[in-house]
């Protein structure tokens, strides 16, 4: 009877382990089990397009800045050269002698101007800096291509006044909004101005930025004989 306890024992001890070592192994290839191909291309495919997407937000706003610097350097460098040539021309006085102008009695005097009777620049005396001989012109005999709008004092040489990462379209200087008037004088009937127009774009790749700029000042002393 103890024999036959101990075999049946023994048997049930046998049966457990290998029915403990079944379901184990069962549970390990039930979790080891790996991907199929038509996952890993639904999954490779689902990357790309996430790749896609964020790269061409990532590229257009790195367009977007760089538009919005070009304009914001475009509107800061006009705004600067308006502003300075108007101080300048503002402060103009009569040139008594004659030696800046040519002729004695001139306040404002159209220089670089072409057969159609479209000057370029403007020239005077600034009051306010030492009765300078002084002009503003638009300057296409270095690059035709490429015209720049620079100033001379005295007998100083021209220098730029706008950055050469902007390029000028075009650019006009009118005394007394008649362009066919090529100087003021002294004794003009009315104050003497002058009307600048310029038209600037950016050398940025692809969408240039371009402003018109226009403005007209007159001279700040009274005009008297």
């Known amino acids: 009877m103890t024999a036959n306890w101990q075999l049946a024992k023994l048997l049930t001890t046998n049966y457990s382990l290998v029915t ?3 379901l184990t192994n069962d549970k390990q290839k039930k979790y ?13 495919a689902v990357f790309l397009i996430i790749i896609g ?34 101080k300048a021309i503002r402060m103009a006085t009569k040139d008594a ?15 670089h101007c072409d057969t159609g009777n479209i000057c370029h620049g403007v020239k005077f005396i600034n009051q306010t800096d030492g009765n300078a001989c002084q002009e503003f012109f638009l300057d296409s005999t270095t690059d035709p291509a490429k015209p720049a709008l620079k100033e001379i004092k005295g007998n100083g040489t021209a220098k730029n006044i706008l950055s050469d990462r902007l390029e ?22 009315i104050q003497p101005r002058v009307t600048v127009l310029l038209d600037v774009k950016t050398q940025l790749t692809g969408r240039q930025q371009e402003k018109i700029i226009q403005t007209t000042v007159s001279q700040r002393n009274l005009n008297l004989p």
Not at 55 to 81: C, G, H, K, P, W
Not at 99 to 106: E, S, T
Not at 172 to 188: E, H, M, P, R, V
């Open 20 to 22: 403990f070592t079944k």
């Open 32 to 44: 080891q089990k790996g991907f199929t191909i038509i996952e890993l291309v639904v999954v490779l």
């Open 53 to 86: 997407v964020v790269a061409d937000v990532f590229i257009s706003m790195v367009s977007s800045e760089r538009r919005i610097l070009a304009e914001q350097e475009l509107l800061n460098q006009t705004s600067f050269a308006i502003e300075y040539m108007s």
């Open 97 to 111: 002698s004659g030696n800046c102008l040519g002729q004695a009695g001139y306040i404002y005097l159209l220089t």
């Open 168 to 189: 000028i379209k075009y650019g006009k200087f009118i005394i007394n909004g008649d362009s066919t008037l090529g100087f003021a004088t002294g004794g003009d009937l």
